[in-house]
């Protein structure tokens, strides 16, 4: 059963702490995403990879960035994470789209990392 | 602009009710993929359906349908005799050929009361 993978499900961290969110994929998948959920915001794009060490920004990538050094692990690093940064977090992987594999172009997601700052 | 738009963001039904969700999409691009996504209480967003602008067929899976008419720039989603199982928050998105990026609505969260 192919899967992506976040580390943590729920962190509850301090003001100005640096936290690491990791997402890993064992879909051999060349796109990889990080969204933020919020209420009645919907997912927001904070970065993408579409491949090993390439990224872009979406979004809101302010106060965010991101490390992609092998294909299967994406991760996002809130450098000093501040309140407004709690939410919920979510990654998702995708084929390349100009791939005619199985689930071309359909975002595969991981559960989610519920990150609380205090 | 906002690409697509869930106009309701909560609905409750009763058990065995059945429910439209809606969702409108606005895009420049002549070739595009809409989607819809579940996520149920455990947080992960599970994949149901994709669609492409080519492909206008309406389609059922199960108890699911889904209407997609680009003259209106919608893809409802309908689920037929609803369990509480479909209680979730649900997604719409657009993909456009051009570009990476996936856009969401802010979703719909669907109450289904036993």
């Known amino acids: 059963d192919v899967k992506v993978t976040q580390s943590s499900r729920y962190l509850v961290k301090r003001t100005g702490e640096k936290v690491f969110l990791e997402c890993v994929q064992d879909m051999d998948h060349e796109n990889m995403f990080w969204y933020r959920q919020d209420p009645g915001l919907g997912l927001r794009l904070i970065y993408f990879?579409?491949?090993?060490?390439?990224?872009e920004k979406g979004d809101i990538p302010e106060g965010y960035s991101v490390s992609r050094e092998k294909k299967e692990r994406f991760s996002l690093i809130l450098e000093s994470a501040s309140t407004n940064q709690t939410s919920m977090y979510l990654c998702?992987?995708?084929?390349?789209?100009?791939?005619?594999?199985?689930?071309?172009?359909?975002?595969?997601f991981g559960a989610g990392s519920r990150l609380t700052v205090l | 602009a906002q690409k697509v738009t869930q106009a309701q963001t909560e609905i409750s039904v009763v058990e065995k009710e059945d429910v439209t969700l809606d969702c409108v999409y606005e895009?420049?691009?002549?070739?595009?993929?809409l989607f819809w996504y579940k996520q149920p209480p455990s947080g992960e967003l599970v994949f149901l359906i994709r669609r492409n602008s080519f492909d206008e067929q309406n389609e059922i899976s199960g108890r699911y349908s889904w209407n997609f008419q680009k003259s209106t720039s919608s893809f409802n989603f309908t689920i037929t005799a609803s369990q509480v199982v479909d209680s979730a928050v649900y997604f719409c998105a657009l993909s456009e050929n051009t570009g990476n990026q996936f856009y969401f609505g802010t979703g719909t969260s669907l109450t289904v009361i036993p």
């Open positions: 895009t420049r691009d002549t070739t595009y993929y």
């Open positions: 990879s579409y491949d090993v060490k390439m990224k």
């Open positions: 998702a992987s995708r084929p390349h789209p100009g791939q005619a594999k199985a689930g071309a172009n359909v975002l595969t």
